[in-house]
């Protein structure tokens, strides 16, 4: 049993380039989410979504766009990677609506030059 | 809008001696309230929620915490320390009526031997 695994660890761009974070889970949780982690800053919420079909902007959603075409995948999309976009990015997944904890991917680490 | 604050950046703490992670939060009306601890490199891991009931909740690792809706705060408590506990921990809140979770921006503790 996996949990919620992300792609990929590490990763290093240039200004401009496009990528995508791959965030798979193995739970059936209906809720996923994408957060970004920066010093000083805590965990700001980007995009997330409630079920196959469904997504929301969340806190700081400029700059990445999402699609949720299955339960068990939410792919994060930079379309022009800035260095404002270097930072850890996690995969969290709920089952419970609101009451639920949130289990969390083992991160991100992106750098844009 | 919703919203989790952190008053100390870190907190400093000889083993075997009890620690206090304070939180505090904010939303237009009852909460559901969890902490969760990010070990180095790793991603976050869910301690203990607060949703309806007792306020004081106990959770993993022995921690504790103690809802008190008059003032508003959500501190996180462990009767005796451990080294193992150093880590960042994070306090987040959830209103009743959104299904997003806002993370407060952490607190580093740091147990000494």
């Known amino acids: 049993n996996a949990g919620v695994t992300q792609t990929p660890k590490f990763q290093v761009l240039k200004t401009g380039q496009s990528m995508t974070l791959q965030c798979a889970q193995d739970m059936n949780h209906e809720y996923m989410s994408w957060y970004r982690q920066d010093p000083g800053m805590g965990l700001r919420l980007i995009h997330y979504?409630?079920?196959?079909?469904?997504?929301d902007q969340g806190e700081v959603p400029n700059g990445y766009n999402v699609s949720r075409s299955t339960t068990e995948d939410f792919p994060l999309r930079l379309l022009s990677a800035a260095p404002s976009q270097t930072s850890v990015y996690f995969c969290?997944?709920?089952?419970?609506?609101?009451?639920?904890?949130?289990?969390f991917g083992e991160g991100s680490r992106l750098t844009v030059l | 809008a919703q919203s989790v604050a952190q008053p100390e950046d870190q907190v400093n703490v000889a083993e075997g001696n009890p620690l206090t992670v304070k939180c505090t939060y904010s939303?237009?009306?009852?909460?559901?309230l969890f902490w969760y601890v990010q070990y180095p490199n790793r991603g976050l891991q869910f301690l203990l929620k607060?949703?309806?009931?007792?306020?004081l909740v106990k959770g993993s690792y022995g921690f504790e915490a103690e809802f008190n809706k008059s003032q508003t705060s959500f501190h996180l408590k462990k009767p005796s320390a451990l080294v193992s506990d150093s880590a960042l921990y994070f306090c987040?809140?959830?209103?009743?009526?959104?299904?997003?979770?806002?993370f407060g921006k952490g607190t580093m503790l740091l147990v000494s031997p």
């Open positions: 979504s409630v079920g196959a079909g469904i997504t």
């Open positions: 607060y949703i309806t009931g007792d306020n």
């Open positions: 987040a809140v959830r209103d009743r009526g959104y299904s997003t979770l806002t």
């Open positions: 939303v237009s009306g009852n909460p559901y």
């Open positions: 969290a997944t709920g089952g419970t609506p609101n009451t639920g904890e949130l289990f």
